[in-house]
């Protein structure tokens, strides 16, 4: 089975920290994403990367960075955490084309807190 | 761009009965998907809907897609309280290949007894 692993499953910060969501992934999948998770909105993307070192903006990139310098692993920078950004943030992965029914397989996710 | 729209976004169903869930999306996609999240845990996949008229069913849930209408639908029939969820469904923007999926609001399913 897939296994997409957050690094935490809560985390609680003060505004204007930098925060580093973590993900990894151990099924060797070309692509990777993050996604917010708030009541009503459904998930949202906010970055996806295709490649080691290759990122693309989501439809809600403001106020967040990414970094991809290993194939399994995946990371969102809040570069000065606001209040605004309180919420739940999924990490996925996929095959790249070549499984053309490939569904997202996702973390748990991390319930961020900003306060 | 690609939007997608799910209703209704709460349902509150007996056991035993049978409702439909309705997805609708905005542009040509290529593939649509349909996924399942437990309170406090991740999303989980429960189809893959690749072509006009495909119909998947797993247990008491049913898929389908039509693309002319671009509309899909998640039957439930004869609901029993371990279906009690929220339903996400999720497309891709017609000749993507990276699988970047548009979710729509989600469905929160709720079976009494």
């Known amino acids: 089975d897939v296994k997409v692993t957050q690094s935490s499953r809560y985390l609680v910060k003060r505004t204007g920290e930098k925060v580093f969501l973590e993900c990894v992934q151990d099924?060797?999948?070309?692509?990777m994403f993050w996604y917010r998770q708030d009541p009503g909105l459904g998930l949202r993307l906010i970055y996806f990367?295709?490649?080691?070192?290759?990122?693309e903006k989501g439809d809600i990139p403001e106020g967040y960075s990414v970094s991809r310098e290993k194939k399994e692993r995946f990371s969102l920078i809040l570069e000065s955490a606001s209040t605004n950004q309180t919420s739940m943030y999924l990490c996925?992965?996929?095959?790249?084309?070549?499984?053309?029914?490939?569904?997202?397989?996702f973390g748990n996710g991390t319930r961020l807190t900003v306060t | 761009e690609l939007k997608v729209e799910q209703n209704p976004l709460f349902l509150s169903m007996q056991e035993g009965k049978n409702y439909t869930i309705y997805c609708n999306y905005s542009t040509t996609s290529d593939r649509l998907y349909w996924y399942r999240q437990d309170p406090g845990k991740s999303l989980e996949s429960l189809f893959v809907l690749l072509s006009n008229g495909a119909v998947k069913q797993e247990g008491r849930l049913m898929a389908s897609l039509d693309t002319k209408a671009r509309l899909s639908t998640l039957h439930i029939t004869a609901a029993v309280h371990d279906l009690s969820a929220t339903y996400f469904c999720?497309?891709?923007?017609?000749?993507?290949?990276?699988?970047?999926?548009?979710f729509g609001q989600g469905t929160i399913l709720t079976v009494h007894p």
């Open positions: 999720a497309a891709i923007l017609g000749g993507t290949s990276y699988g970047k999926l548009t």
């Open positions: 996925a992965s996929s095959l790249l084309g070549g499984s053309y029914n490939s569904p997202l397989h």
């Open positions: 099924m060797d999948h070309e692509n």
């Open positions: 990367s295709y490649d080691v070192k290759m990122k």
